[in-house]
């Protein structure tokens, strides 16, 4: 249990002058969950667009070397 959330059980919420304070407690353990949530999805990300640079190389490389072994099946232009 987080500080906030001890804090929001403690507070009772018939106390009028307490209820606002639970309320904001309550907010900022969903704006907590929310950014780690974001943080999270943002680290897979990350982790996929490595992936993706990755396999963008490979499959520039393989077009590099398919171009070098197809160098001499190009047609030659005729001059004159």
């Known amino acids: 249990m ?5 804090l929001t059980a403690e507070l009772s919420p018939q106390n009028t002058r307490h209820s606002g304070a ?3 407690l309550g907010a900022a ?6 950014h780690q949530r974001v943080i999270d999805e943002n680290a897979e990300l990350h982790c ?3 992936e ?11 077009v590099e070397e398919y171009e070098w072994d197809h160098k001499d099946d190009r047609p030659k232009m005729r001059h004159g």
Do not use: F, G, K, S
Not at 52 to 62: D, H, I, M, T
């Open 2 to 6: 987080t500080a906030n959330q001890r």
């Open 48 to 50: 996929r667009v490595q």
């Open 29 to 34: 353990d969903n704006l907590a969950a929310e």
């Open 52 to 62: 993706l640079e990755a396999e963008n190389a490979e499959l520039r490389e393989r």
């Open 22 to 24: 639970a309320a904001v």
